[in-house]
């Protein structure tokens, strides 16, 4: 469907009558909306306000093809929580259903990390027509350095907010805390943001769903011994340093393929289908998680590894 067409209409007692349940079903929005309740585990809150956004889009849309002109909604964004908590996955969405409505060209996401002045404004130009992510945007202005142009960056992008709101459209994100203290001391910024949401921890039952999740998109599965040892090893990583929810069960899951692939290699044994899928309870063990020591390796560390977006931003 022509992206910002919504069309199923009749006419009643000489009115035209809009089926707003058939609308969003012909839509990308619902298709958007059913892949982020797959993608995401758990975070009912911040599903809520997404498809919260989304009403409010679509009526937008269908009040605008029946003649109810009227301003274009604030549409940048805030998402604050701790990493992994999946506030790239719904930018990405997000930007799905802004172009399937057709407030932004394209389901675009550019990502932004900090500029001086002039390679702000040209980030900001090839950014027009899609949604710009600034993670950790706190980092913007940092006044404890002399030679910081954050301040001129941020009235360049306050500006651009303000001025352009219908060629762009701006997500902040970080910790919640340092964001509290980003808009108390910018609060301009603040003041046009429309949407803040907050992406809550993950608890231990939810990450195990979604190392499930994680390991069946990649034909992988645990053994039945496996799966208490990988219960232990959330709880484990969880109360250990720099814990970054999803992030690190990514990262767990990727060593436990390598520790099975070496496995597997060592033995040189006849293997079978379901022993190339099985992740092993020796597979977990062998991390240093469990041995008790200070979070050094690559299973208690999260591993700054490309993300969604950063393949989508280079493509």
Same mark, same amino acid.
């Given at each position: 469907m022509k992206a910002g067409a919504l069309t199923a209409t009749t006419e009643r007692n000489g009115d035209v009558a809009i089926d707003v349940g058939a609308a969003l079903r012909d839509s990308e929005v619902a298709h958007v909306l059913e892949r982020l309740d797959r993608e995401l585990v758990a975070l009912e809150p911040v599903k809520m306000r997404i498809r919260e956004i989304a009403a409010l889009l679509v009526v937008d849309t269908l009040r605008r093809q029946?003649?109810?002109?009227?301003? %274009?909604?604030?549409? !940048?964004?805030?998402?604050t929580g701790n990493p992994g908590t999946g506030k790239t996955t719904v930018a990405l969405r997000m930007a799905e259903i802004l172009a399937g409505l057709g407030y932004i060209e394209k389901p675009k996401v550019g990502q932004y990390v900090g500029h001086t002045a002039p390679k702000t404004k040209e980030v900001l130009k090839r950014a027009f027509g899609g949604v710009l992510f600034i993670d950790e945007a706190y980092y913007l202005h940092r006044p404890e350095n002399e030679r910081d142009y954050g301040q001129e960056t941020i009235e360049i992008l306050l500006q651009v907010m303000e001025n352009d709101r219908d060629k762009l459209?701006?997500?902040?994100?970080?910790?919640?805390?340092r964001m509290d203290e980003f808009f108390r001391m910018n609060p301009g910024?603040?003041? %046009?943001?429309?949407? !803040?949401?907050?992406f809550p921890d993950y608890h231990r039952d939810e990450l195990v769903a979604i190392g499930e999740l994680m390991l069946e998109q990649q034909r992988y599965a645990l053994s039945p011994e496996a799966e208490t040892v990988f219960r232990d090893y959330i709880e484990r990583r969880m109360a250990m340093p720099r814990f970054a929810n999803a992030r690190s069960?990514?990262?767990a899951l990727e060593r436990a393929r390598l520790r099975q692939a070496n496995r597997l290699v060592d033995e040189g044994d006849?293997?079978?289908?379901?022993?190339?899928?099985?992740i092993e309870a020796s597979d977990l063990l062998k991390s240093r998680v469990f041995a008790?020591?200070?979070?050094?390796?690559?299973?208690a560390l999260p591993a700054p590894e490309p993300t969604d977006l950063d393949h989508h931003a280079a493509t």
């Open positions: 029946v003649g109810l002109a009227s301003e %274009r909604p604030s549409l !940048h964004m805030s998402f459209v701006v997500v902040l994100a970080g910790y919640a805390d910024m603040g003041s %046009r943001i429309a949407h !803040h949401i907050d069960i990514r990262n006849i293997v079978t289908r379901d022993d190339l899928m099985r008790y020591t200070l979070p050094d390796d690559s299973d």
